[in-house]
């Protein structure tokens, strides 16, 4: 069954630190997402890409975020300056369209000291 | 602003037992609602999707139910096993584009 790819599994990075946390979706799938969970809490909304550019994004989603889909295959995701409070499972979705089922990778873990 | 809560938090039973958990949403204009299993520390593993026309999906001893006009989904899971035992999560597409996950049920099975 295909599969959406995280990659690492997990980082550790200190603070104010760039990172970028990389996924491969599902090959025809056409919208992508990001989400993050962190320790104890729900998992929260980030960041949703359709066509090359941002559909929606949250407000935790500012300007130290930023998505891109340099190559086709992969969908990275981009904090500039990392702060303590960033540290948290970062999930990748993506949907072959809107309204269908969403595959979700099995996450990278960033922990930010 | 959709809301997603889930009900119970934790919930604790004995094996073979038939169990139900439910979930429930504020605003009824939704694409989906989908139901994934979660393990300590790991990824989400989507259980069963439920369309917004649709009424209910099966998936073996699961049995998801949508009743989209009271904002209101169940889980129902049949003999349950030690296996089963995870945190169950609701999220609901909704149409800004945005998937709205619940807090989770956690579900212990004893064996």
């Known amino acids: 069954e295909p599969e959406v790819t995280q990659t690492p599994s997990h980082q550790v990075t200190q603070m104010g630190q760039e990172v970028i946390l990389r996924c491969v979706p599902i090959s025809n799938h056409l919208y992508f997402y990001w989400y993050r969970q962190i320790l104890g809490q729900k998992v929260e909304f980030l960041v949703s890409f359709y066509n090359n550019e941002i559909s929606e994004k949250s407000e935790i989603f500012d300007d130290q975020f930023s998505v891109e889909r340099p190559d086709g295959s992969n969908f990275t995701l981009k904090i500039r300056s990392t702060k303590l409070e960033d540290s948290a499972m970062y999930f990748c979705?993506?949907?072959?369209?809107?309204?269908?089922?969403?595959?979700f990778g099995s996450g990278t873990r960033l922990t930010v000291v | 602003k959709q809301e997603v809560t889930q009900i119970p938090a934790a919930l604790s039973v004995p094996e073979g037992e038939n169990l139900v958990l439910n979930c429930s949403f504020t605003?009824?204009?939704?694409?989906?609602l989908q139901w994934f299993r979660q393990d300590p520390g790991k990824g989400l593993t989507s259980l069963l999707l439920i369309q917004s026309s649709q009424r209910e999906q099966t998936s073996g001893r699961l049995n998801a139910s949508l009743d989209k006009s009271s904002g209101r989904s169940t889980l129902y899971i049949a003999a349950s096993q030690p296996g089963d035992s995870a945190t169950y999560l609701c999220?609901?597409?909704?149409?800004?584009?945005?998937?709205?996950f619940g807090k989770g049920t956690r579900l212990h099975i004893l064996p």
């Open positions: 999220a609901v597409f909704s149409r800004d584009d945005k998937i709205i």
């Open positions: 605003d009824s204009a939704i694409y989906n």
């Open positions: 979705a993506s949907s072959v369209d809107r309204g269908y089922g969403y595959t």
